[in-house]
């Protein structure tokens, strides 16, 4: 379980630093899902899907993701530690 928590917590750090980077490759060790894979996961309880689109990405988009929350990626450490350690996080930024 401890090893689970651990990717979990380096993928979303991961994840979320390349958004706010701008970064259009994602790192390897970064797992990704497909939309199709997500839209079979929005009625799932232990699926927290987490919009962490910065500036006008966030700002000017009137597209949003059924359920999902904010989490401004440049303040992570407040808001991750909020989510149980047994809920999947889904992080997208674009």
Do not use: H
């Not at 994840?15 to 894979?37: N, W």
């Not at 999902?68 to 674009?94: M, Q």
């Amino acid at each position: 379980m401890k090893s689970r928590l651990v990717r979990l917590v380096t993928v979303v750090i991961g994840v979320a630093t390349l958004c706010m980077l701008g970064q259009l490759a994602i790192a390897s060790e970064v797992p990704r899902m497909t939309k199709e894979e997500l839209k079979s996961k929005l009625d799932d309880p232990d699926v927290v899907i987490v919009d962490v689109r910065v500036g006008k990405d966030w700002k000017g988009s009137e597209f949003k993701i059924k359920g999902a929350v904010r989490g401004n990626p440049a303040e992570f450490s407040s808001w991750a530690e909020k989510y149980p350690k047994d809920k999947t996080l889904v992080l997208y930024c674009a």
